[in-house]
């Protein structure tokens, strides 16, 4: 199984840049998409950005043109960096990661597995 592991969060004033990076480790076949997440408080969780193992990208309308979504196939890892923060863009940042699982016979699929999150506070 992979395990996530968020780093990088914490309190920037407005305008302000901060980068929140995700180290996937353990055992398991591979990975295939890998994103950032958030979730403010009193809200439900919403997509940021997803990046294909092929490169890939998607960015929610609300962080375009201000984050910059990368990752290091051979290293495993992901990374957000983060321009122009805004108050709204206040949340805990959850990295995620589609896992292959599977076998020749029955097939292969993907689970989707979570870091524990990384708070980042957009304030003055």
């Known amino acids: 199984q992979v395990q996530l592991v968020e780093s990088g969060g914490g309190l920037v004033q407005p305008g302000g840049s901060l980068r929140v990076s995700c180290v996937a480790s353990?055992?398991?076949?591979?990975?295939?998409?890998m994103g950032w997440y958030r979730q403010a408080p009193g809200k439900q969780r919403e997509l940021v950005a997803t990046?294909?193992?092929?490169?890939?990208?998607y960015y929610a309308e609300s962080v375009k043109g201000r984050f910059t979504i990368s990752r290091d196939n051979a290293k495993n890892t992901v990374a957000l960096q983060m321009n122009s923060l805004k108050p709204e863009d206040t949340a805990v940042y959850y990295c995620?990661?589609?896992?292959?699982?599977?076998?020749?016979?029955?097939?292969?699929?993907?689970?989707?597995?979570w870091g524990q999150g990384t708070l980042v506070t957009v304030s003055s």
């Open positions: 995620n990661a589609e896992e292959e699982y599977g076998s020749p016979d029955r097939g292969y699929r993907y689970v989707e597995r």
């Open positions: 353990g055992n398991f076949i591979s990975i295939n998409d």
């Open positions: 990046i294909s193992k092929g490169g890939s990208i």
